[in-house]
């Protein structure tokens, strides 16, 4: 019976120990480290989400290679994602990087691309059946 105390002391810490790493990317390899950014992503709030999503891939496109990848990725939170993001794009537009030559800041660019996303599931979001019930009328 002495025994059933600390075995359940050794479960909780074990327990409260895996779900402090719920909002870290985990960069074992690059599957779990998708899924983890996923995971994490759909947590965020709408602007964040977007600019975590960017910043993100500003990264991967910046470390091609997997393990510098990984490392630099691994165990960050969204925030600490998003701070290296625009610290590749400072770099990179300062750089002359062409991708960048139409924003003047890292905030124009993900305001297009938040504008984009939200055209793109305004789209989507239109069904047929939808555009027949439309008010706009046909004269």
Request: aromatic fraction near 8%.
């Amino acid at each position: 019976m002495k025994k059933l105390p600390a075995i359940l002391l050794i479960i909780s810490c074990a327990t409260l120990m895996a779900c402090s790493k719920g909002e870290e990317i985990n960069g074992h390899n690059t599957k779990t480290a998708y899924r983890s950014v996923k995971a994490l992503k759909n947590r965020l709030s709408a602007d964040t989400r977007i600019e975590f999503e960017v910043a993100f891939w500003t990264i991967r496109d910046a470390k091609k290679d997997d393990k510098d990848f990984l490392s630099v990725v691994d165990g960050k939170k969204p925030s600490e994602i998003i701070s290296l993001g625009k610290e590749i794009y400072q770099q990179r537009k300062q750089s002359g990087f062409k991708g960048y030559e139409g924003y003047s800041s890292w905030e124009e660019m993900i305001t297009k691309f938040g504008r984009e996303r939200v055209d793109q599931d305004n789209r989507k979001g239109k069904s047929k059946e939808d555009k027949d019930n439309d008010i706009l009328y046909k004269l």
